[in-house]
């Protein structure tokens, strides 16, 4: 389930039908892996969004240190 969030993040467009049969294989429901596609999407789009408007974190929020790509 981990890596299918990852997967999504990271590499959305090589997730194919053989990808989402191999969850179900190993006992994901088709509820299961709707349930994370949608909180990693939405998840995804809040993080970006925030990014792009400069949200700072609240103060109780540990920020890791920015990556230079």
């Known amino acids: 389930m981990l890596d ?5 993040t990271k590499d959305v467009h090589q ?8 969850l179900r294989a190993r006992g994901l429901s088709d509820e299961d892996i709707l349930n994370v596609a949608e909180v ?3 998840f995804n789009y809040y ?3 925030a990014d792009a ?8 929020m540990a920020r890791p240190p920015h990556k230079e790509n």
Request: proline share 4%.
């Open 40 to 42: 990693t999407g939405f």
């Open 47 to 49: 993080t970006r969004l």
């Open 15 to 22: 997730i194919n039908k053989g990808y989402i049969d191999g």
């Open 53 to 60: 408007l400069g949200v700072e974190p609240e103060d109780f």
């Open 4 to 8: 299918f969030a990852v997967w999504i």
